[in-house]
């Protein structure tokens, strides 16, 4: 049987519309949500994303501002602006949008962001707060596999979940939301990774696979067992002639193959990837109302 495929698109609508109440509740109290992005340089995928996140801030009415700063931003210059913005507060969310140039150390950046406007949750005190269940902010793109899978009706608890891929953005966030004894999670969690030795071997035990490596198609049909649930969170482009562009984006699993076995399974694009800027909104919104919350 064909597998039901999850649209990322429509769940992100969903959450959207619920988010559009809330902006305006909060207006009314006289709380207006602004987030302001910072990219440095000219990297394509980083301006088509940063003007996405823009676009969906105005579509909620969400106040943001986009911060371009020259390739040749010398380090100090993008902490002093991070220093800025900490205090300015008309911004409840700072993200400053990575790839960074090479000659700045993204860590020293991220740190540098106070953890109440880190609505990207990269900040190391994120970070553990999430790993204790005790989160201040979910980040974005592991946030929204949990919500795919649980408004999709298929709820991680007690099922066991292979995270295929061990990045500090998707693999080992997914890990720590999904284990905690918590509505939506409460699952077991297998990680696997470059120095797994037979991966196939975990795959075809899962429930739930989520694929986060980067590797275009490389979890195939055989790797799988019959009803599995897929979130595919891989975007990777692969020469394709019949393109204009030339190319055409796939994820990390054989999407094609594995439909054919699997209960469900999300689409690339249109699955993982809507849902992460959504989510950077629900953060925006969420850190606007603990700041007002703070202050009164
Ligand atoms: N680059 C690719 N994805 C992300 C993201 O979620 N946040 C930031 N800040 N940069 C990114």
Do not use: W
Request: charged share 20%.
């Amino acid at each position: 049987m064909a597998a039901e495929i999850i649209s990322g698109t429509a769940v992100a609508e969903q959450i959207r519309s619920e988010l559009k109440h809330k902006v305006t509740e909060l207006k009314a109290k006289g709380i207006h949500p602004g987030v302001v992005f910072v990219r440095v340089g000219e990297d394509p995928a980083s301006v088509s994303y940063v003007a996405g996140k823009g676009k969906a801030a105005d579509e909620l009415g969400i106040i943001s501002e986009t911060i371009v700063l020259p390739e040749n931003t010398p380090e100090q210059q993008l902490l002093d602006l991070v220093h800025k913005l900490n205090k300015d507060h008309k911004f409840h969310g700072i993200l400053v949008q990575l790839p960074l140039p090479k000659h700045i150390d993204p860590d020293k950046v991220l740190n540098a962001i106070e953890p109440e406007k880190d609505v990207d949750g990269f900040h190391p005190v994120n970070v553990g707060r999430l790993l204790i269940g005790n989160p201040y902010f979910m980040p974005c793109t592991p946030h929204g596999v949990q919500e795919l899978l649980v408004r999709s009706g298929n709820n991680p608890d007690g099922k066991h979940v292979v995270i295929c891929g061990r990045s500090n953005i998707v693999g080992k966030p997914v890990m720590a939301i999904l284990m905690q004894k918590q509505k939506g999670a409460n699952a077991t969690v297998t990680m696997v990774h470059t120095g797994t030795k037979d991966m196939a071997n975990y795959t075809q035990q899962a429930d739930i696979i989520i694929a986060a490596m980067g590797k275009p198609q490389v979890i195939t049909a055989d790797m799988v067992r019959d009803g599995v649930v897929v979130i595919d969170v891989g975007v990777n482009r692969i020469p394709d002639a019949t393109k204009k562009s030339g190319f055409r984006l796939v994820g990390d699993t054989d999407f094609e193959a594995i439909k054919e076995k699997a209960k469900a399974i999300t689409p690339v694009p249109g699955g993982v990837g809507p849902m992460t800027i959504t989510m950077l909104m629900v953060n925006t919104v969420r850190a606007a109302e603990q700041q007002h919350t703070k202050k009164h």
